[in-house]
């Protein structure tokens, strides 16, 4: 993909689908998602699924309930709440992005944008016999990133 500047060496996108192919030559063939999965579960706990629009994102695991099992008879609830010390992942291809598009980005201009559009958000993954893992998830809308970075003139269109 050639990247394509204008004459004040700023970077063009005809449409938000030519940004979108330029952050998959970034970061991959799967680095976004479309798919969102709503608070309701269906019988067997599996989320239902939502289109949205395409996001970037990282998660991490914060805790959970462990120690459930198929040989609990009800006399003693073997189950035990923990939390996890991972660590909160950094959005590496946002700033892979950043870097191809403004190499020399201001901190604070960073730092306004990470504030205006970086989303957080939780969720749950339901396991057997009553144990499940919670995830913090850090994500950024690719539209939003797409028209910010247009009303920043950090891109053209």
């Known amino acids: 993909m050639g990247l394509c500047y204008n004459k004040e060496n700023i970077m063009q996108f005809e449409t938000f689908d030519d940004f979108l192919n330029f952050v998959v030559a970034i970061g991959g063939k799967h680095c976004y998602e479309t798919t969102k999965y709503d608070e309701y ?72 944008l990470c504030q205006n559009l970086i989303e957080y958000d939780n969720r749950v993954q339901n396991e057997y016999y009553g144990n499940c893992t919670n995830y913090s998830v850090k994500k950024v809308n690719l539209k939003k990133l797409y028209q910010y970075l247009i009303d920043c003139i950090m891109i053209n269109q």
């Open 41 to 112: 579960f269906s019988r067997y706990g599996n989320p239902k699924p939502t289109e949205v629009d395409p996001y970037i994102m990282v998660e991490w695991s914060t805790g959970g309930i462990s120690g459930g099992s198929c040989w609990d008879t009800g006399d003693k609830d073997n189950h035990e709440a923990y939390t996890s010390s991972d660590p909160v992942p950094e959005l590496e291809l946002l700033d892979s992005i950043l870097e191809k598009i403004n190499p020399h980005i201001s901190f604070l201009q960073y730092k306004k």
